[in-house]
Structures are given as structure tokens and as C-alpha cells.
């Protein structure tokens, strides 16, 4: 589970990176947004799990 999660942020990471060297500021702003809706997801996840946790 935390080895996929880790995968997982070290390729939003690199996406982060990457996207202003690879394409034009239109681009960017696109990939740079999914970027921002997939932390939110992973970040909501992670709380529906510790929230679970907490009331198991």
C-alpha cells in the first residue's frame, strides 16, 4: 500500500517537474491542474483512511 502510494506521489512529483520544460504555458496550466485534482484526491483518500482508523 505505501510503497504504491510513494510511486504514485513520485510521479505527480516528476509530472510537476516536467511539465514547464516539455510544453507551452497553455499546456502547463492544463497538466498542472491535474496535477493539483490528483494531490487533492490522494490527499482526501489519505483522510477517509485515518478517519476510518480512528473510528475502527
Do not use: W
Not at 502510494?5 to 502547463?28: A, F
Not at 491535474?34 to 483522510?47: G, M, Y
Amino acid at each position: 500500500m505505501h510503497r504504491s502510494d510513494n510511486i504514485v506521489v513520485n510521479s505527480l512529483l516528476n509530472t510537476v517537474y516536467n511539465c514547464p520544460r516539455k510544453y507551452q504555458s497553455l499546456h502547463m496550466g492544463l497538466c498542472c491542474s491535474v496535477v493539483l485534482i490528483a494531490r487533492l484526491t490522494i490527499q482526501t483518500v489519505f483522510e477517509c483512511e485515518r478517519v476510518q482508523q480512528s473510528i475502527d
